[in-house]
Each structure stands twice: as C-alpha cells, then as structure tokens.
C-alpha cells in the first residue's frame, strides 16, 4: 500500500512473481502523499444492521501488511512505528497462511487502537498461472467466479465487524497479459467482483503488479469492457513511496483512490517487537 513494505501477496499454491521493477516518472515533488486509499475505521454497520467496528475512511499515509494477521500484543508495539495501517487477508480460495488472530475482536481493538484496515481477498488466479486455484479461461464463467468470490468476500467481511461500504482489495498476482485470452478471463473475472462488491453494499478494490495485472485493468477500463473498480492497488517494487506511476493515467483513480506496494519483503522491528513484512 501507498507505504506498505511488502513482498507479493500472500497466495496460496505456487512461488509468486515478484513485481516488474520500474522506476516512477516524472518529477519529484517536495511533499507526497504516499497512500491515500479507503481503508476501514471507525463505527459502521453491518447488513444485518448491527453495530460494526469500522467504516470507511481515508488512509494518507504508509501501512504494511503480513501473511497472518499480528498479536494484538505487536500491533500495539507497532504504534511506534511510521505505519497507520495494516493489510488484512479476509479470506479467499488462495490465501496462503491461516489466520488465528483475525476475528471480530481482534479488528475492534485494532480499531480502537488507531489502526486502519486494508482488507485483502485472495481468490481464484489467472488460468496461464501456475497456481493451484485457478479461474476458468471462459469470460462467462470467470465472471461467474469473480461475482462468487465477491459474495463470499461480503460474507467474510461482515463476519468481521466490517460493514458494508468498506472496501476489499481483490489479490490478483501477475500474469502474461500478453496472452490475450487469459487476460479477457481475468478481466472478466474482475468485473464480476466488482459488481457483485457493490451489490452486496461493498466497494471494490483491486491489487496487482504495475506492469501486468493493472496495466491490463487501465486497457479494460479505457475500451469500456468492465466496470472500473474503486481503488487500485499497484506493486512496483522500486522504494518510491508514491501513488504515480506510468501504468496509470493521471486522469484515473484520481479520487484518494491509489495504493502502492513499494518493496519486497524484510523484518522491521518497533517497540521491540519484530514482524515480517510480507
């Protein structure tokens, strides 16, 4: 995210990809905003009505993810350090790790201690992937599975206390978007989480690599074969922590609705506490 510190996505399956390296063009202003992303904080509602521990908010800042959620004991260490919020993996056919941590009182205390959540879904890849769990090379039925995934997401999230009008980030690992039909899949795949999120009252959010997954997401959008999603959450692992890049146009996702992931995976240690980044 905009400052998380991470390696690719925690996907079940296969050994990820690391993101293309680039580097970010254009100038270099005094002042950046490193992320500015939905993120959820705050009181809200689930669909059923009840009282839900966060809403939706704007994170303008650096935040990190891990493959499992962090103790509560390391969360409250890590206020020390620069970061404001925490990617979480709801759920997904593909998430890599288990997450004993992450429960509804779990994200109440987070909440409560100042944290913003970043919610992650991994589902089904890319059929030319060689990941275990893969969507179907039909556009037909990949936008089935991506409306699926999208209800499964909305039932995870409000069994967290995550209410609707939250965001959740669809984790889409690399591919050859040069390979046309795997690409129409994906991108089909896409615009069924993406309608689906706000069927079920959530917004949509979508993570790739800059050079793959979301140069093939800004081509979709331009042409008007999908619904673009809310918020777009880019890996180009080339330590600038900001929110352009030459894979998205400055006319889209202009909205505090940018994430990046600017590096791999590493230790980082605050209030003596040590987590693994990735």
């Given at each position: 995210?905009?400052?998380?510190?991470?390696?690719?996505?925690?996907?079940?399956?296969?050994?990820?990809?690391?993101?293309?390296?680039?580097t970010r063009p254009g100038t270099s202003p005094a002042t950046v905003r490193e992320s500015t992303v939905p993120t959820s904080t705050g009181p809200g509602t689930t669909?059923?009505?009840?009282?839900?521990?966060?809403?939706?908010?704007?994170?303008?800042?650096?935040?990190?993810?891990?493959?499992?959620?962090?103790?509560?004991?390391?969360?409250?260490?890590?206020?020390?350090?620069?970061?404001?919020?925490?990617?979480?993996?709801?759920?997904?056919?593909?998430?890599?790790?288990?997450?004993?941590?992450?429960?509804?009182?779990?994200?109440?205390?987070?909440?409560?201690?100042?944290?913003?959540?970043?919610?992650?879904?991994?589902?089904?890849?890319?059929?030319?992937?060689?990941?275990?769990?893969?969507?179907?090379?039909?556009?037909?039925?990949?936008?089935?599975?991506?409306?699926?995934?999208?209800?499964?997401?909305?039932?995870?999230?409000?069994?967290?206390?995550?209410?609707?009008?939250n965001p959740v980030y669809l984790d889409m690992e690399s591919w050859d978007n040069a390979n046309a039909p795997c690409t129409a899949a994906v991108m089909a795949f896409?615009?069924?989480?993406?309608?689906?999120?706000?069927?079920?009252?959530?917004?949509?959010?979508?993570?790739?690599?800059?050079?793959?997954?979301?140069?093939?997401?800004?081509?979709?959008?331009?042409?008007?074969?999908?619904?673009?999603?809310?918020?777009?959450?880019?890996?180009?692992?080339?330590?600038?922590?900001?929110?352009?890049?030459?894979?998205?146009?400055?006319?889209?996702?202009?909205?505090?609705?940018?994430?990046?992931?600017?590096?791999?995976?590493?230790?980082?240690?605050?209030?003596?506490?040590?987590?693994?980044?990735?």
């Amino acid at each position: 995210v905009g400052g998380t510190t991470v390696g690719s996505h925690a996907v079940a399956g296969a050994t990820p990809q690391q993101p293309t390296a680039g580097t970010r063009p254009g100038t270099s202003p005094a002042t950046v905003r490193e992320s500015t992303v939905p993120t959820s904080t705050g009181p809200g509602t689930t669909p059923s009505g009840t009282t839900a521990a966060p809403a939706t908010s704007i994170l303008t800042g650096k935040a990190f993810d891990t493959c499992s959620a962090p103790s509560l004991t390391q969360m409250s260490a890590w206020r020390a350090s620069p970061y404001k919020g925490v990617g979480v993996y709801i759920g997904g056919v593909a998430r890599g790790c288990a997450q004993p941590n992450l429960t509804t009182s779990w994200v109440s205390a987070v909440a409560q201690q100042g944290w913003s959540l970043l919610p992650i879904y991994v589902g089904l890849q890319a059929p030319c992937t060689t990941y275990s769990s893969r969507m179907s090379s039909s556009t037909t039925t990949a936008k089935q599975q991506g409306t699926q995934a999208a209800q499964d997401a909305a039932t995870q999230m409000a069994a967290l206390g995550l209410g609707t009008g939250n965001p959740v980030y669809l984790d889409m690992e690399s591919w050859d978007n040069a390979n046309a039909p795997c690409t129409a899949a994906v991108m089909a795949f896409t615009d069924g989480w993406t309608a689906g999120l706000h069927t079920a009252g959530y917004s949509s959010g979508f993570y790739s690599s800059a050079s793959t997954g979301i140069a093939a997401l800004v081509a979709a959008v331009k042409n008007n074969s999908i619904q673009p999603p809310d918020a777009v959450w880019f890996a180009r692992w080339d330590g600038n922590a900001v929110t352009t890049d030459a894979a998205i146009p400055s006319t889209m996702w202009t909205n505090h609705q940018r994430a990046k992931q600017y590096l791999g995976g590493h230790d980082e240690t605050y209030g003596g506490r040590t987590i693994n980044i990735d």
